[in-house]
């Protein structure tokens, strides 16, 4: 069983930025951040992958979101710049042990945070 737990959180203007971090309790094989905005469904944000260091994101956060993982593989960041509106939403926290499925709204991993709120305004 691995925990997760998510920090870094909060509210921000557009055009700001916020540091997201996620702790795992064990080694995992990759995580990711996933988003969920009230009323939509969960979303897919950004992967990474402890081996080869490995990095995904969707196109709406590419290039403004960047994924991160220190040398003993806790935790990983998610930093967030240039921050819009639509960004606001529950971010959270996966892991997988094994293989590691990108993009949608993934409902193949396994280990899930709590969520930490993001929430930009105009």
Do not use: H
């Not at 055009?15 to 979303?43: H, I, V």
């Not at 081996?51 to 220190?70: A, M, Q």
């Amino acid at each position: 069983q691995v925990q997760l737990l998510e920090a870094g959180g909060g509210s921000v203007q557009a055009g700001g930025s916020l540091n997201l971090s996620c702790t795992a309790s064990s080694d995992t094989a990759c995580m990711a951040w996933f988003r969920q905005a009230p009323g939509k469904e969960r979303e897919g944000v950004a992967g990474f992958v402890w081996g080869g260091r490995l990095t995904y994101y969707e196109d709406y956060v590419r290039g403004r979101f960047i994924i991160s993982g220190n040398r003993a593989k806790r935790p990983l960041y998610l930093q967030m710049n240039s921050l819009k509106p639509e960004d606001t939403a529950m971010y959270y926290c996966a892991a997988e042990l094994g293989d590691c499925v990108w993009g949608g709204s993934g409902g193949s991993w396994t280990y899930w945070g709590q969520g930490t709120q993001v929430t930009v305004s105009s």
